[in-house]
């Protein structure tokens, strides 16, 4: 610590305690002065040597580290302070933290490196309100290219009421969205990001990289939509002559328009990327002009309808019978006219007829039909609202009629297309202005993208987005209805003005000219396809720097003041693409499926984050609900499907392929996601119905509990464990790779994270899907005893344990590692738990290999719920073992009937649907040979001498043992708390000396497995005790003495009969087995369980050993005690 205590009297306070006295850092004071406790600042020189950690919250500078606490006060918290810092030192800065803008910690952190040579420049704290903030920006988004070139055509079409349909319909949509929105947005400090941000931090990184690339590429084609916009105001408005290619015949038309607005509209957009790449400050600051626009041309719609009412506008329309006329290349609406009382025709009539005389052959409809004028613009008072509540929707190529004109039909009417006739250009139908309309309400991220810019986005959000949502829904709904009450049908239905000599049908309306709605929308188009070529970048920008889509890195960088340069490249590329369909109207619903699909899992993210009730869903916004949310997501995905089926099953497929690319290869992000706690309630419910009671054997399927063994590294020594688990499993059920480390947790806690790092790499290299968990234990038995009871969850618990054979136990003279191995069988069992044994496993396949034709062979000796059967069939579903075969060898003894065994098996796995070759092996009574005999003595003798060898390294201490028989009656007496040990303790180190006397130590112990290993505790039962040397040789002679006669015996004994049995069974089974499956490549066996008496563990490993003599892979298998394989359905 930096501060510390001096101990100073009463008297001298207030006076300064001399270098020299507070040295040690305490002083001495004389008996009758005081002693109190003075804070002191001086810094500890010893230091306590524990790391310091900065600041959870705010990165402490070394100024403040001084200044956490003042005084006495606080001392109880002295040693935390520097990782646990005092509130009032926080206070201050966590009130005032702003949410900078996206890049400001990396620039902060660029200018460190710098150096201190360069001052760093002040961030400004952002101030836009509310207004400025959101609402305008949000009012400019949505306001545009739509309202001006497609409203009227909509309501014309689609007629008023449903129009309002759509609207209403399309503006709830985003209502909704926007009140989900806001209640994300006001749950904690918002950093700019914007939708992205708040999809992808509520829905993890699979959705937030899916949607929030969905809404890159609605804002990017968003960008194609105005750019093609302002072309069509261009080429069709304001310079009609500007056309490079230009139609020779009325049908060629509308191809001629189209390689227009390819041509123009590239080099519209490469305008537009070259000023976004120079000045995108200029944008920003244009956004304010191009708003303005915006706004004015709005009024100018309104004055012009207010002005209908007194004064309607003269903009007459020609009709040939009931079908409108274009309006371009006549001046006067009639056939022939009286010039100096000589009838001549008009342009009209050359038209319609092969020359301009009279008696020239004219088209049949215009003979037949009289030409009528009509005015474009009725007005408020005119009552034409009746005539346009209902639609007229028609195929492409359908003429635009007036239903209340008569009019004679003609018979021929293959010449129509060529007459200068008004027609649709598309097929019209509902669903489809639904899809055109809807880009007319997006935009109401606009205000949550600036979030950085606001002074307080928690409240300016929710206020400024729904308040533009409702102006703009106000502004639509009096449109719909005030373009139905002033604008004659016809002229509604004339999507491009050609009735009304080329001009732009809301233009007509406006007051006081129509260039002002012209201009006005012009520079309304530029303005927001500069705002999307300057957003969509940087949104591309933020998911590439999050690191989630690796194929996206590179879109993370830039110019040297982050301009995203390779953004604004792949922006453009893809911009080009809605450029070359060239219409509006299949560019619209494109971005109209991307943006409800961002809207859909906005609405979806707040459903969620409110149904789980997570504790840091504390939105400030309160007037959300999960059912709003709940049907704001099943709008917007019934509008994708409205708009266009095959859109949105596209756009669907675009983002699943996003998500799974994401899962499959980005990079793993911990962000509390919503995801993450729909996934625990989800594993919650299904943990509590699977305790409900236990799987049916249909369901049984190994649920593996792996057991590794690690170096000294904490390295996994049999990796090839893994790749069989993982064969076994193919990423199926339950798999917990499990180890102990030797220790308490508090010593091994560093180890234990490195064990499981190290466990959890092997995993991913073998490919092994399961769960990790490595524990510290005093001992491996009682560490790998609490895994196989304690492992897993709820009915989400192992069935099965998976160990590899130890191998070395003949080698080892230390037992712990063959007993260890033992208990864990008898564990095991106890639990009813299968156990499966792999010997060799260090040979076993990897899953890179594939092994070709042979054979799994089993060996059913006895029944123990059928997992030797089912065991092959599972290791066959996966590629390393496919090809081969499964052969079944049962054994017969001499009163069994081998042929009608042989049968009942094969039907028996016919019933179980299993493929496998069928075999009984006899196994003939025969006397034991000699071998055996010899075996099992030498099996026995050797035990002996290991018992011999264990003695004489601990002979001392039964040298003390002896000596100290007649003496324990005094221990007792003085250690009254000890307990004394039934078991001989642990092997100590005897050191000889040359001294008069020895110090012998004898540790008893406490009949506890820890004792057993843990040759490093010393506890309070050591006993001292001190002999002079003459009476410890003669002691240590006399035990030697004994010993040797011990050895002496082992030469002379006899086996054990019951030893011999079970030898003589090992032997004839390993030749049976050997004989008929050496080439095998897996062979599975029965294991036989220990003895009941544990004097005969030695002699159980023995056997077992014996019993796999000669085989190269074997898995040993002992069911859990229930049926695993059934053959009912």
Known sequence: MSDRFVVVPVGQGNEQCSESEGAEGYTIEPQDAVPVLEYSREPNRYGDGMPKESSPFINNTDNDKGNLYDGKNMALFEEEMDSNPMVSSLLNKLANYTNLTQGVKEHEEADDDEGPAKTK?????????????????????????????????????????????????????????AISMSAIATNGVVPAGGSYYMISRSLGPEFGGAVGLCFYLGTTFAGSMYILGTIEILLTYIVPSAAIFKAEKKEDE??????????????????????????????????????????????????????????PPDFPICLLGNRTLQNHNFDQCLKTMEVGNVTVTTKLWSLFCDSPDLNATCNEYFTLNNVTVIQGIPGLTSGVIRDNIWGDYGPNGMLVENKHQASEPAADTSQDIYMPYVANDITTFFTLLVGIYFPSVTGIMAGSNRSGDLRDAQKSIPIGTIMAIATTTFIYISSVILFGACIEGVVLRDKFGDSVKGNLV??????????????????????????????????????????????????????????????????????????????????APILSMFFLMCYLFVNLACALQ?????????????????????????????????????????????????????????????????INGLSLNAARYALIRLEEAPPHTKNWRPQMLLLLNLDSDHAVKHPRLLSFCTQLKAGKGLTIVGSVLEGTYMTKEAEVKKAEQNIKSSMTTERTKGFCHVVASSNLRDGFSHLIQTAGLGGMKHNTVLMAWPGTWKQSNDPVSWKNFIETVRETTAAHQALLVAKNVDSFPTNADRLGQGTIDVWWVVHDGGLLMLLPFLLRQHKVWRKCKMRIFTVANMDDNSIQMKKDLQMFLYHLRLDAEVEVVEM????????????TLVMEQRSQMLKQMQLSRTEREREIQSITDSSRSSIRRNNQTGAVGSESGPSRELEDTQEDEAQLIHDRNTASHAALNDKADAGPDRVHMTWTKDKFLTERNRNRAEASMGVRDIFNMKPNQSNVRRMHTAVKLNEVVVNKSQGA?????????????????????????????????????????????TIYS
């Open 506 to 587: 809301i233009g007509i309306l406006a007051w006081p000219s129509p260039w002002v709605i012209v201009i006005g929308s012009f520079f309304s188009c530029c303005g927001a396809g500069l705002q999307s070529l300057t957003g969509a970048p940087r949104l591309l920008q933020a998911i590439a720097r999050d690191g989630i889509v690796p194929f996206l890195q590179v879109f993370g960088h830039g110019k040297a003041n982050g301009e995203p340069t390779w953004a604004l490249l792949l922006t453009g590329g893809i911009c080009e693409i809605g450029i070359l369909i060239a219409s509006l109207d299949a560019v």
């Open 1081 to 1125: 490549h897996l062979v599975l066996l029965n294991m036989p369980g220990p003895p009941k008496n544990r004097g005969g563990d030695e002699n159980y490993m023995e056997f077992l050993e014996v019993l796999l003599e000669g085989l190269n892979r074997v898995l040993l298998v002992r069911g859990g005690g229930r049926e695993v394989i």
């Open 254 to 311: 509308a191809e001629a328009l189209l390689n227009n607005m390819r041509v123009y509209g590239t080099c519209c957009l490469t305008l537009m990327s070259l000023v976004v790449f120079v000045g995108v400050k200029y944008v920003n600051k244009l956004a304010l002009v191009f708003l303005a626009c915006v706004i004015l041309s709005i009024l100018a719609i309104y004055a012009g309808v207010i002005k209908t009412a007194f004064e």
């Open 924 to 935: 003939h009574d025969s006397d034991i040979s000699a071998f055996t005999y010899e075996k």
């Open 121 to 177: 420049k002040p961030v400004k704290s952002p101030a836009l309100g509310t207004l400025i903030g959101v609402y305008l920006p949000c009012l400019q988004n949505i306001l545009g290219v739509i309202l001006f070139l497609r409203l009227t055509w909509i309501v014309g079409t689609a007629g008023i009421m449903e129009s309002l349909a759509i609207v209403v319909m399309t503006c709830s949509c985003t209502m909704l969205t």
């Open 610 to 674: 409110t149904l789980l009730r997570t504790p840091n869903w504390r939105p400030r916004f309160k007037f959300y609900h999960w059912a709003l949310s709940f049907l704001g997501a099943s709008l917007c995905l019934s509008l994708m499907f409205i708009s266009s089926w095959y859109y949105a099953l596209v756009a669907m497929l675009i983002a699943g392929c996003i998500y799974k690319y994401i899962e499959y290869r980005g990079a793993e992000k911990e962000w509390g996601d919503g």
